[in-house]
């Protein structure tokens, strides 16, 4: 059966963030990821885990002024700076929350993406990479589709594993998310198994409209099955928009258990 991890950002909305910890829990998720978690004091997130006997499965470095449109910093070049800044930031937090993977957003990239840009990238992630491996922390990048994300870097499967051979830093990984995949490319179990080597960590919602899995063009119960064939054993992070409230939605996780 799959690790299913609740994006916090994205679940519970119907109650205060720290209120969510519980309704993971008492919904049967065993893990949780989220966003951002640089609003409440590591410690604090802690206890929630630890109270509610979850565990900490992912969280987003930095991605810079977020209302102000930005959407990472990793190919920026001129904040290199700041880049490596946050990602210390999100190693204090993961060393605190037990979570071995931080996800990296690359950014928005400028209109005509040069080597200059592909550069900035791969040396801000190898930076990172070199700083999480005392800690035996995972980098992720993700390809996000440019229709929810427009002008954002990665947007390609293998793209990302591209980039992922070049940074050449053993502890870079791909974060495969079906949902951006089907909106991009489809053709999802071959492009996963031909990432698999690469692939540390997984994100599911339905197609279209980023709903719960059980609604839309994509058969979950099939494509999890199969991924478990393939041997991968890690997180899957329910990383969707609830089409009502979240419990009423849960119904497709009971065929799991």
Known sequence: MPMFAANLSMLFTEVDFLDRFEAAASNGF??????????????????????????????NAPAGNWQAGDRGTACLLGRE???????????????????????????????????????CFINNLRRAAIAA??????VLIEPINNIDMPGYFLNYQEQAVDLIKRIDQPNVKLQFDVYHCQMMQGNILARFENALPYIDHIQIAGVPGRHEPNI??????????????LGFQGFVGCEYIPKSDTRTGLSWLKAFN
């Open 30 to 59: 065993s893990a949780v990821e989220y966003l951002f978690p640089y609003d409440f004091p590591a410690p604090v997130l802690k206890e929630q885990l630890h109270k509610h006997h979850l565990k900490q499965a992912l969280f």
């Open 216 to 229: 839309g063009e994509l058969n979950y119960s099939f494509i999890l099955c199969e991924i478990e064939k």
């Open 133 to 138: 491996q005392e800690y035996g922390i995972t």
């Open 81 to 119: 700076s700041e880049f490596i800044d946050g990602f210390n930031l999100a190693l204090e937090y993961a060393k605190i929350l037990g979570n071995q993977r931080i996800h990296v957003m690359a950014g928005i990239a400028p209109e005509n993406v040069s080597q200059v840009t592909i550069d």
